[in-house]
């Protein structure tokens, strides 16, 4: 027996929101239509989804950096050490140069607020090469200036934040407190430059926050 079937159209408002589909049939031979209800439930996959990417994109790229150092026979701590050995000064960063030789690139500040960017073989702590750093914007008076009174090196946090992980990177964060910023394949730290106490740094954005301003439609 011929039937004519209406389906009723399920917008994509009421797929995300869920809710109760309902899809009437209705027959030629005069009986009364009759209606099938289906409850469709839509949860928060997506949502889910970008918050699992998110934390695994953040893992992956502390996990490749982690991996370029395991190969280093050389650590953070030992190539801020030949730097120093070769351009005295006080050393205010140190991470591996991404331009794919995977030197040690140790930034140096010598007493005068003068910067030398100073590259270490990853095998063998031979410096390989050292540049000033021309650029007048009194950033390495500024390191000077914040490191005054510290009893903590960027060698010895980088030896401390080495308890928390291989470190891929070690910076002096002078955006409020000063302090030494240490970070390594579980996550970022913070080096207290008098007493070298390490903390977890949760002043940035991590993976997990990012998903919840996504939750809270929070796009900055």
Do not use: C, F
């Not at 140096?108 to 063998?124: L, R």
């Amino acid at each position: 027996m011929k039937r004519n079937i209406v389906i009723a159209t399920v917008t994509a408002a009421a797929l995300v929101g869920g809710g109760t589909v309902a899809a009437y049939a209705s027959a030629d031979d005069g009986n009364a239509p009759t209606q099938r209800q289906t409850n469709v439930r839509v949860t928060d996959d997506d949502r889910n989804d970008d918050a699992t990417d998110d934390r695994s994109e953040a893992a992956d790229d502390r996990s490749d950096d982690a991996t370029e150092v395991r190969v280093s026979k050389i650590s953070a701590a030992d190539a801020i050490a030949a730097a120093l050995k070769n351009t005295p000064g006080t050393a205010v960063s140190a991470d591996r140069d991404d331009d794919g030789a995977g030197a040690w690139d140790v930034n140096v500040v010598k007493g005068d607020g003068t910067e030398y960017n100073v590259q270490v073989s990853p095998d063998t702590a031979k410096v390989v090469g050292a540049q000033r750093d021309d650029d007048d914007d009194n950033d390495g008076r500024e390191d000077l200036a914040a490191l005054k009174g510290a009893s903590v090196d960027a060698r010895e946090a980088a030896e401390a934040g080495a308890a928390k992980g291989t470190v891929t990177d070690v910076d002096l964060d002078d955006d409020g407190p000063a302090a030494w910023s240490v970070e390594t394949a579980k996550g970022e730290w913070k080096v207290d430059l008098k007493t070298g106490k390490v903390t977890q740094d949760h002043d940035g954005d991590t993976a997990q926050d990012n998903a919840q301003d996504d939750r809270d439609g929070d796009d900055d």
